[in-house]
Every structure is written in structure tokens, then in C-alpha cells.
């Protein structure tokens, strides 16, 4: 079984602020974890995905994810924000072992920009 | 162009009536899938196939069917739309099992059942 939890439904930072959203999983195999974003009326574009290889994964738009197994945790950070990273922001899981082709979603993280 | 896209990108229907939602991808991905999104409830899977012909339920499938005849469609067919129904669709389409690669995703189809 797989479940994720993403632990802020809304977070509101400052422009040129760090961004941090906060992501745990559950998998009863190896996972696989994903992040992507998606902008108002658009579809879903990946940001970073971990697939076993380094631990820090770094993604697209200078956000990067670091997978703590022992925390089951994939939080998702970036050094310095922009108004452009204003987006709802999906943290993803599969079983590498298992189920092929499910993966679960997150609900969501909301995140605002403020000038 | 290549891509995913669905169509239509709007669609108002009634209770009762029989919806098909089109999805259409360029790169000759094995794998398609359909989610909904619901407030609250991130993306849910409906239903998702590996192959031409191959097709399996997902998280949610119920009052849906899909089909997929050629490699490059992927069509979701509400049988007898319900107000439950009224959500946000995404199609997505990746190169092989999940686990191990990003899905492509559409720009999704708003659904209104009155």
C-alpha cells in the first residue's frame, strides 16, 4: 500500500523568501516520488522526481527535493522565491515493486507569492 | 504538434446522459491514464492502460469505461453522468511503468453535470 501527505494545504511566503513544502509518504516497497506543479487552468508539469539514484534531487526553476527514508519525507525547497512559483504544488508516489502504472497523489499545496 | 491533448476542454451535460471525453497523445507513449480533481482531493486515478487493448481500474472507476483501440487514443465515457461527476479531467501518457518515469499530462476537461 501507498499513501502520501502532503502536511500544508496553503503556505504564503515573500518574494525572495525560501519555500518550503513539506511532504510524507508511505510505501510498503521501494518508492518512487515525484513533485509537480501546476499553474491556475493548466495541466500538471513535473518539477523533480526521485527513482533511487542520488538523494537530493534537483528539479527545474532551482527547486530541489531530498529524500529522508528514514523520515519517510520528500520535502520540497527553494533557496529564493518568485512571483511566477505562485502554483498548487502535488507530491506524487508509486511502488517501484508493485502496481505498475498506480501512483497516488497528494491533495495539494497551495502556494502564494507575496510581492 | 506533438503532445497530449484532450478535448473538449469545456463541457456543460445533464444527469443522465452519456459524455465522452477525447485523448489524444503524439508520442507514442505505452502508457495513458485519466484522473479526475476534485477540491480536497488532489488527482484521483480512474483508469489507466499499458497498451493498445490492455486497460485496468484505477482508484475511482466506477460509472466510467474506456477503451483503447489505437496507441494514441484513450477516450473516457461517462455511461450516465451524475452530479458527482462534475470535476476536472486529466489525461496523461507516459513511456513506460510510472514507478520509473514522468506522466505528460494534458490541460484537462472541465466537466459540469447539471
Known amino acids: 500500500a501507498q499513501s502520501v501527505t502532503q502536511l500544508d494545504s496553503h503556505v504564503s511566503v515573500s518574494e525572495g523568501t525560501p519555500v518550503l513544502l513539506r511532504c510524507n509518504y508511505s510505501s510498503s516497497y521501494s518508492p518512487s516520488l515525484f513533485w509537480y506543479v501546476q499553474h491556475p487552468n493548466k495541466g500538471l508539469q513535473l518539477l523533480l522526481k526521485y527513482t533511487s539514484a542520488a538523494t537530493l534531487v534537483k528539479g527545474i526553476n532551482g527547486f530541489e527535493a531530498e529524500f529522508k527514508k528514514s523520515e519517510t519525507s520528500f520535502h520540497l525547497t527553494k533557496p529564493s522565491a518568485h512571483m511566477s512559483d505562485a502554483a498548487e504544488y502535488f507530491c506524487?508516489?508509486?511502488?517501484?515493486?508493485?502496481?505498475?502504472?498506480?501512483?497516488?497523489f497528494g491533495d495539494g499545496t497551495t502556494l502564494t507569492v507575496k510581492p | 504538434d506533438a503532445g497530449i491533448t484532450q478535448s473538449p476542454r469545456y463541457k456543460i451535460t445533464e444527469t443522465g446522459r452519456q459524455v465522452t471525453l477525447m485523448c489524444h497523445q503524439t508520442?507514442?507513449?505505452?502508457?495513458m491514464f485519466w484522473y479526475r480533481q476534485d477540491l480536497g482531493h488532489g488527482l484521483r486515478l480512474i483508469y489507466y492502460?499499458?497498451?493498445?487493448?490492455?486497460?485496468d481500474k484505477g482508484e475511482v472507476p466506477d460509472g466510467y469505461v474506456v477503451s483503447r483501440s489505437k496507441t494514441e487514443n484513450f477516450p473516457l465515457t461517462l455511461e450516465s453522468a451524475t452530479r458527482s461527476q462534475t470535476s476536472v479531467y486529466f489525461c496523461?501518457?507516459?513511456?513506460?511503468?510510472?514507478?520509473?518515469?514522468?506522466?505528460?499530462f494534458g490541460p484537462g476537461t472541465r466537466l459540469t453535470v447539471l
Open positions: 508520442w507514442s507513449h505505452s502508457y
Open positions: 506524487v508516489v508509486s511502488d517501484r515493486d508493485t502496481n505498475a502504472g498506480k501512483s497516488t
Open positions: 492502460s499499458a497498451a493498445a487493448d490492455i486497460t
Open positions: 496523461a501518457s507516459g513511456p513506460t511503468s510510472f514507478s520509473y518515469n514522468e506522466q505528460f
